[in-house]
């Protein structure tokens, strides 16, 4: 067969073995550990594993974590990390704290050097989170395990497709020549393009006091999901590869009044990555190509380029260099423009003489529309570019696209005034009780006091302050379950924040 291959095999493996431990006993889940990143090799397509297994240890790699609680989320199975000490006792403290409010149901242990170190019982900086082992483990924890209590996104969704991830991956090889085969899985963890750029659009949204849910393309390709019932925007991530009947879902969505967003590259390519002569959502995106005009400054298609990997990650750009920008931003397509009835920003070229490329693409179709961006967002991963003028820029741009679907942040956390600021909101509900986690989030750089231009972003080893919890609208009541104290009613609080640690308010309407 021609193009991509459709690998059960790992999965059909696991769900044969899921189904024999439960004929040994039914009550006790099965599950694995030791999760890699969605990738090309070794079965790692999380719509097929989800639908395996009873519980999954996988490692928060291009957003594991989240992709497995979308598809568990209705029917929530157990999602756990394995906790390894990185000896500072503020880094080990956040790391519990950001997934019990994830939804992380336990962590495993990895205790080496734990106890009997440098003379002492237990080592300094375990003993120096006692505190926090304990807390984490009792009733403040308990609203967010609960199997009943499952998580509350906004009418978001970030599209999962495996076979662009595959595709994907084969255009980042490109950069390798013939050692394209010496690529490691630990070289992709950090520059498989299309991981990092799962995980920009997560923080991107997160960042905008957004909640998101993870669309399965086995389900659309299946019609196991209403798409117009459950969200207003749907986010095409990098998504190359479309069957038609996915193709077809999508069209119905927007026909229904959604709003499709893309980034660059949509459809050009079919579920078994074999080409097509043009995207096959181009006219409903309103674009016209010429892929002769090439991508990014005219000489590669790589964007994340991995021979560069010991290069700090803004350096890691080869083609980058002469592309066209707008405000700041990579154009990917430099041949797309908008057709005639859509509308779209012009990029012209250096003597700004000849139409170039189309940016901001907007196209109405029936009660909905679509914007393809033609732009990359990548560099949003570097902390300095997330929290400057960059990073402002992409935030208003997305913002004003929810906005004009009616998706306003329920809450907005300010750090000194600020809301770029790190601080991530987390709904969860449990029946008629409703519950905000707030946690940081950040990409790399973790170790950091301060992040990026503003130096009044917190990093997780910064400092204690103040914060502005401000509601969409007026509440009842809002209990912080750390510390007993109430608040309210109104619709602006104040309380204190320790970047380290998270907060767990319960919030009564």
Known sequence: MDGFQTIYGFSIVLKELTMYSNQIDPKIPAGFVGGQGPGPWGGYDYAKLSRAVQWMEAYDIHGTNEILRSFWNDGRRPRMQTFFSTKNPKLDSWFLWYYMLHGNQAVIAWPEEWFRSGGKEIAPYILANKNTFEEIQGKVSEPIVNPKTVFDPDPVGIYYSHPSIQAGWVMDAITHGKTWINRKGSIDDNNQTAGVLRNVWC???????FQYDF???????????????????IILPRTICL??????ALKQFVHNGGILIVDYLCGLMDEHGKGREK???????????????????????????????????LRRFT???????????????????????????????????????????????????T?????????????????????????????????????KPRVKVYERGSTANMIEPLYWKNGNRHYLGLVKNPTEQKELKTVGQASEVQGII???????????????????????????????????????????????Y
């Open 203 to 209: 923080k991107l949204l997160e960042d905008l006091g």
């Open 243 to 248: 069957s038609e009947r996915e193709a077809q």
């Open 215 to 233: 669309i399965s393309y086995l389900d659309v390709e299946e019609g196991a999901v209403d798409l117009s019932q459950k969200f207003k925007v």
């Open 279 to 313: 995207g096959i959502l181009d006219d409903l995106f309103g674009v016209l190509r010429n892929e002769s005009a090439g991508y990014m400054n005219g000489g590669g298609l790589t964007e994340i380029d991995g021979e560069k990997y010991t290069k700090p990650f």
């Open 371 to 407: 914007i393809y961006l033609n732009l990359s967002p990548l560099e949003y991963w570097d902390a300095g570019r997330r929290f400057s003028d960059y990073g402002d820029t992409l935030r208003e741009m997305i913002s004003a696209i929810a906005n004009s679907a009616g998706i």
């Open 319 to 369: 083609y980058y260099d002469g592309a066209y920008r707008y405000k700041d931003i990579v154009v990917f397509e430099r041949g797309t423009r908008h057709r005639t009835g859509a509308k779209g920003v012009e990029i012209k070229g250096s003597l700004g003489l000849f139409h170039r490329a189309s940016v901001l693409i907007e196209n109405k179709t029936g009660k909905g529309r």
């Open 462 to 508: 910064g400092d204690e302050v103040e914060i502005q919890i401000e509601f969409k609208e007026p509440i009842h009541e809002l209990i912080n379950l750390r510390t007993k104290r109430r608040h309210g009613p109104g619709h602006m609080f104040h309380d204190k924040f320790k970047p380290w640690e998270g907060n767990i308010y319960e919030v009564a």
